[in-house]
């Protein structure tokens, strides 16, 4: 089952962004996703989600307005769709999942 990626504007924590950096390598090796070239040496990693072709970048910590997962093509100045924490699919705290049902 593929997900569509949403922006994270900002991680919570460094913890929170090593937890996602972990889900990333996953989907690496899933197929579901590429680690390409960024344009530009600012620190950041790029990355293509394979299904939809759809680029996005990993801000890094030292960024102003990072850390964070964003579009490619994303300055990080508008409000992001989804600030709530970075949890992978799958991955909820029993006490939460059961409420999910």
Known sequence: MD???????NFG???ERDCFVAWMRGQI????????GAPTD?????FRHVPTGSLWR???HDNPNGPGFWPAHDDGET????D????PHGTLPP???AGRR
């Open 3 to 9: 997900f569509v990626w949403e922006r994270i504007g």
């Open 13 to 15: 924590s460094l913890r």
């Open 29 to 36: 090796a899933r197929g579901l996703a590429e680690e390409i």
């Open 42 to 46: 600012a620190g950041e990693q790029w």
């Open 58 to 60: 990993l801000i890094p």
């Open 79 to 82: 409000e992001a769709a989804s």
């Open 84 to 87: 709530k924490p970075f949890i």
């Open 95 to 97: 006490a939460e999942r």
